[in-house]
């Protein structure tokens, strides 16, 4: 069965520095990957996703991700932390094929320091 | 193009009652689906509908839990009893059928109490 592990439930960084959130999948094939942000009391809302091609994908609010085939990760990156990027931040993964829903991981919960 | 719409946005009933939520997808949307989202945890899939067809409710408690899509459009997702480990947030999403397009509405934080 495919799974998804963030292996850290919560990271602290100082604002301005960098950040970076590991995401591991166990899958039968590559799937489709996602990475998405809560913000307290909010809904989901799609950072980027990886479906084929570049495997270095550009999101939103400068957000970055790397789909690493030989080590089963998607780890998302950010240069410099604003602190409004504080938020919990998920992983999800998702077949190719017939299905279409997704497997979440665990969670990331992000604190920025000022 | 309006955006996954659930409602209520809140929700407090105490255990033993019953409690049911809305979803209205993106217009042209075949495919709907209900998470649960326990604090502290990802969300996970109750169920996946395709038009008005139930495609997947492994996951779906059906001795107390029960969901709907009348005409493939909107969706309700009922509870009954509720128990007090249902206090989540539900979270309807929906695609036009593949995973390019899927998005989540803002959920329904349930409490029981």
């Known amino acids: 069965a495919q799974s998804v592990t963030q292996p850290d439930i919560h990271i602290t960084v100082s604002e301005g520095a960098s950040l970076e959130l590991r995401c591991n999948y166990s899958y039968g094939a590559t799937p489709y990957l996602f990475w998405y942000v809560q913000s307290p009391g909010q809904g989901l809302q799609l950072l980027l996703k990886y479906f084929s091609g570049d495997t270095l994908v550009q999101g939103i609010k400068g957000f970055e991700a790397e789909f690493k085939r030989s080590q089963s990760s998607f780890n998302l990156r950010k240069p410099s932390v604003h602190w409004s990027d504080a938020a919990e931040y998920f992983c999800?993964?998702?077949?190719?094929?017939?299905?279409?829903?997704?497997?979440f991981g665990g969670g990331t919960r992000v604190l920025v320091k000022p | 193009e309006a955006g996954v719409a659930q409602s209520p946005r809140y929700k407090i009933i105490e255990k033993r009652q019953s409690v049911a939520f809305w979803c209205n997808p993106i217009s042209g949307h075949a495919t709907l689906y209900w998470y649960q989202q326990i604090l502290g945890q990802g969300p996970k899939l109750l169920i996946q509908f395709q038009n008005n067809g139930v495609v997947d409710d492994s996951q779906l408690p059906k001795d107390r839990f029960s969901a709907e899509r009348l005409k493939g459009v909107d969706s309700t997702l009922k509870i009954q009893p509720a128990k007090l480990e249902d206090s989540a947030v539900y979270l309807c999403?929906?695609?036009?059928?593949?995973?390019?397009?899927?998005?989540f509405g803002s959920g329904t934080r349930l409490t029981v109490v």
């Open positions: 999403a929906s695609s036009p059928g593949s995973l390019h397009g899927y998005t």
């Open positions: 999800a993964v998702g077949p190719k094929a017939a299905g279409n829903k997704l497997t």
